[in-house]
């Protein structure tokens, strides 16, 4: 039983690429979604997903794209990778609100 | 709407002593509230959390938390800390009523142990 993976686990990017993040859960969780984590300023909510094959706008869902073709996976895109999203990326999944499980963290760098 | 207040961003403490980090939340609706540790370099776990019933909640490692809804508060306690425990703690709230189980954070607690 994995929970919940990510990848990749770092990337670097130049002003303007644009890469997908994978996020796969192996707990038949209903739920999933994609934070940011900036310091200073906890876990901020960019997308979420309450079932296969919908999506959501969280608290900062500017210049990202989501999709969840199937249950287990969440894809976060970015389309122009801007400087600002320089960032900590987590994603999360869960089945009640009771509570969250999440992966280990994706590390991107825009430069 | 819910929020999250952590008041110290950062917290010092001698090894085997005992610590209190500090979270206030503001919300309309009734919540579930939890602590979440990060270790440096990873993901986030659940420490422990608050559903319903006792208000002392006790979680992983020894820690614990009282929910006080009087004062909207849900301090995280530990009364002899290692090491071990130098971690970023992060409190949230959620909805209880939502279906979407989103939840909302703190902006964390940095606990740095000195031997």
């Known amino acids: 039983n994995a929970g919940v993976t990510q990848t990749p686990k770092f990337r670097v990017l130049k002003t303007g690429q644009s890469m997908t993040l994978l996020c796969a859960q192996d707990?038949?969780?209903?739920?999933m979604y994609w934070y940011r984590q900036d310091p200073g300023m906890g876990l901020r909510l960019i997308h979420y997903?309450?079932?296969?094959?919908?999506?959501a706008k969280g608290e900062v869902p500017d210049g990202y794209n989501v999709s969840r073709l199937k249950k287990q996976n969440f894809l976060l895109g970015l389309e122009s990778a801007a400087p600002s999203q320089t960032s900590v990326y987590f994603c999360?999944?869960?089945?009640?609100?009771?509570?969250?499980?999440f992966g280990p963290g994706t590390r991107l760098t825009v430069l | 709407a819910q929020s999250v207040t952590q008041l110290d961003s950062q917290v010092p403490v001698f090894e085997e002593a005992p610590v209190e980090l500090r979270c206030n939340y503001s919300s309309s609706v009734s919540v579930y509230l939890f602590w979440y540790v990060q270790y440096p370099n990873q993901g986030l776990q659940l420490l422990l959390k608050y559903l319903s019933g006792s208000t002392l909640v006790k979680g992983i490692n020894g820690f614990e938390a009282e929910f006080n809804k009087s004062q909207t508060s849900f301090h995280l306690r530990k009364p002899s800390v290692h090491i071990s425990d130098t971690a970023e703690y992060f409190c949230?709230?959620?909805?209880?009523?939502?279906?979407?189980?989103?939840?909302?954070f703190g902006s964390g607690t940095r606990l740095s142990i000195r031997p």
């Open positions: 997903s309450v079932g296969e094959g919908t999506t």
């Open positions: 949230a709230v959620s909805d209880r009523s939502s279906s979407a189980s989103k939840i909302i």
């Open positions: 707990m038949n969780h209903e739920y």
């Open positions: 999360a999944s869960s089945q009640t609100s009771s509570e969250q499980f």
